[in-house]
């Protein structure tokens, strides 16, 4: 289902868009089988059209049923974005699809929380994990709770796949 802001009604005011969204009206496709959601993506939204862009501030968060990776127990993690900014070329080659004066701003909310989603759900950075298991388990480096360090997690994993 799209998130719709229509452009001419922008151009006479700004709006403020409040909502969830369900996640099979978000559609996330990723496959994580530690990872759900079954939560609605939460938006708030201020949007103004600043010339040639279309501005978008706000926060948006979900959240997430996770597996543990090391001890199996099922947990929740809320994924928020706070601030989340989006500034939207309105003309140019990076412009998106405009249908009857409206942009869809849905995939880039899809986009920007995915991009925030764990790669290694941990408990707690505590967790030792199950005793029971391999070493190769608990040899796993400690994952950061915190959402904000995802993409320097994500960096890492880039160079230990080399
Ligand atoms: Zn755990």
Not at 141 to 152: C, G, I, Q
């Amino acid at each position: 289902m799209p998130l719709l802001i229509n452009l001419h009604r922008l151009e006479e005011e700004d709006l403020h868009l409040t909502g969830e969204l369900s996640p099979a009206e978000v559609n996330y496709e990723f496959e994580d089988e530690m990872i759900r959601v079954e939560s609605p993506l939460l938006y708030d939204l201020d949007i103004s059209n600043s010339g040639d862009n279309l501005l978008v501030q706000g926060q948006i968060s979900v959240q997430l049923a996770c597996e543990c990776v090391r001890c199996l127990k099922p947990f929740q993690l809320t994924v928020a974005l706070d601030p989340w900014d989006l500034l939207l070329p309105l003309i140019g080659e990076d412009s998106p699809e405009i249908v009857d004066d409206c942009v869809d701003i849905l995939p880039y909310l899809r986009e920007d929380s995915l991009l925030e989603f764990p790669r290694h759900p941990v408990c707690s950075v505590e967790c030792k994990g199950l005793n029971m298991e391999p070493p190769t388990i608990s040899a796993t480096p400690a994952t950061p709770s915190e959402a904000e360090d995802s993409s320097a997690w994500s960096e890492l994993n880039k160079l230990k796949l080399k």
